[in-house]
């Protein structure tokens, strides 16, 4: 029963939407969140959203593709159990395609694909400090409740303290690694156990998790 205003308006937006759970546009989505903080943050300038139909649809048609962003996004804000499996898949598949760029000889390897040198946990602690927390805080300011922000920020915190701990345990192993390179350990796809500090005692048997 849409019109055909609202058809092309809803086909543009759904096409942003899914645009923007890519990360080269990051930096484009920053520049986006940033002015509307700077406009409608804290709960400014609500009653211009909530009366002017033209500022409403113009706030919309930005709005909805960050927030699918920032659900994209939203893992590392979830309970460690879950941040800690998603964190796990996203490293196997890099993994994977590192083992089949150093056996077919490609050098260097990708980016975070090379599971003798890829801190998984160090690597999470600059992720968080550097994108996902400035994301958070200024999205937060966007949210009508500012108890939902909280919730974000506290799990996020929990998470930066574990991997900053599981770092500082792995930084000695992965060193030792890079002196005494070895095979690397193939990744059972089947398996759904191959968790990142499997991955760690892989690298390195003697270390105490």
């Not at 543009?12 to 923007?20: E, M, P, R």
């Not at 964190?87 to 990708?110: A, C, H, T, W, Y």
């Amino acid at each position: 029963n849409l019109t055909k205003t609202q058809k092309k308006r809803f086909r543009k937006v759904l096409i942003d939407s899914v645009l923007a759970t890519d990360m080269s546009q990051h930096s484009l989505h920053s520049e986006t969140l940033e002015k509307l903080v700077e406009k409608f943050g804290d709960n400014n300038n609500i009653d211009l959203i909530k009366n002017d139909e033209k500022e409403n649809e113009k706030f919309s048609n930005q709005f909805l593709p960050i927030s699918l962003h920032t659900a994209d996004l939203g893992n590392l804000c979830k309970e460690i159990k879950y941040y800690n499996e998603w964190v796990d898949r996203l490293m196997n598949e890099f993994f994977n395609q590192g083992d089949k760029e150093r056996k077919l000889g490609i050098k260097p390897i990708s980016f975070l694909c090379d599971r003798q040198k890829v801190n998984i946990h160090s690597g999470q602690v600059g992720f968080i400090n550097f994108v996902i927390r400035p994301w958070f805080i200024k999205f937060g300011r966007l949210l009508y409740e500012d108890s939902h922000n909280k919730l974000f920020l506290n799990l996020l915190n929990e998470n930066l303290k574990y991997m900053q701990e599981r770092a500082n345990q792995t930084k000695d192993a992965q060193e030792e690694i890079e002196k005494n390179p070895v095979a690397p350990t193939p990744v059972d796809n089947n398996n759904n156990n191959n968790n990142i500090d499997q991955q760690m005692n892989n690298m390195n048997m003697n270390m105490n998790m």
